[in-house]
């Protein structure tokens, strides 16, 4: 188990239980069985602990010795908002839920992330310190590899496939490319500077999924869910610009801003009938192409 597992347990135990005795978390931390070999949280041990996660995550748990030396989170707000250590944390709780109920392995269905571990941590540690990576990659597209260099802005995870925003230094553009194609990565001695005021949040801002850079400008859409749809866009947004316009009951109305690239009608066209493009009238127009398209793939059966 490494140190990052370890800062991780202690985050999460800490901000699930909100305020926590030492003796409480040496006793959780010993049944962890998997994680501690059936050994005690010494004391001196969790301050290290503590001093790190503060340095590394910029999270501070403090001690409140007024009603028993119970230990907190004080600055919560830093994991709130903050989507990364958000994902870290609801990551490392499912996996470790998961790990203590291997016995229903075969009753436990996950879907696979395709090259995240093998492509993932080169591309990671090359980013650190702004190394120039050479890659050799297959589109889709290409009967053949190509090895080329480039210059890693910033890793996205999307629809289970992680994918890296980069410089393509031969062609001298910005590219995304999916790691499940990368070959091979190896990082370059040469490195590189991130170009001033790269924003990686801001540069998918107004993205849906990863499809940037393809000609469509952000637009306010408004698109309406049927009853039975409703509910899962209210639970779960297409995009952070998702807002509840009204809720009418047999249906609902929400407003989104983005650019209404291929991926995110491909989106739309997934939940088919039960959602209805109502603005701008050139999505609607795209959708209606889109459908009639299907409609001409099985009109003669």
């Given at each position: ?6 800062y ?14 030492h ?11 998997n994680?501690?070999n ?19 995550f910029?999270?501070?748990i ?34 470790n ?29 090359a980013?650190?310190e ?12 290409s ?12 890793v ?6 992680w ?25 370059a001695?040469?490195?590189f ?17 990863i ?11 408004v ?5 039975d ?19 009418h ?12 690239s ?11 009938a ?18 009639s ?6 009109k003669?059966?």
């Open positions: 188990m490494n140190q990052l597992q370890k991780t347990w202690l985050i999460d135990t800490i901000r699930r239980a909100g305020k926590i005795s003796k409480e978390l040496s006793d959780r931390w010993e049944r962890e069985q994680l501690s059936n050994k005690r949280l010494q004391r001196a041990t969790f301050n290290r602990w503590r001093a790190a996660i503060l340095d590394q910029s999270i501070d403090q001690c409140e010795r007024v009603g028993g030396y119970l230990y907190y989170i004080s600055n919560a707000e830093n994991i709130d908002n903050d989507k990364l250590k958000q994902w870290m944390l609801d990551s490392f709780a499912v996996g839920t998961i790990g203590d109920n291997l016995s229903l392995k075969d009753r436990i269905l996950v879907d696979e992330i395709p090259s995240g571990r093998d492509h993932l941590p080169t591309i990671l540690a980013m650190k702004n190394h120039v990576v050479n890659i050799t990659y297959r589109s889709f597209k009967t053949r590899s190509h090895t080329f260099p480039i210059e890693p802005y910033c996205k995870l999307f629809d289970n496939r994918y890296v925003l980069a410089h393509n230094i031969n062609y001298g553009d910005v590219r995304l490319y999916g790691l499940d194609r990368i070959e091979l990565a190896e990082i001695t040469e490195t500077k991130l170009p001033k005021g790269f924003d990686a949040e801001e540069f998918f801002s107004t993205a849906y999924g499809v940037v850079g393809s000609g469509e400008k952000p637009v306010r859409i698109i309406r869910a049927n009853e749809h409703k509910h899962y866009l209210k639970s779960l947004p297409l995009h952070h610009s998702q807002r509840l316009i009204e809720d009951g047999e249906y609902a109305d929400f407003d989104l801003y983005l650019a209404p291929y991926d995110f009608v491909m989106k739309l066209l997934q939940v088919g039960m959602v209805e493009v109502l603005k701008p009238a050139s999505l609607r127009k795209t959708m209606k192409r889109w459908i398209d299907m409609y001409d793939l099985y003669n059966d």
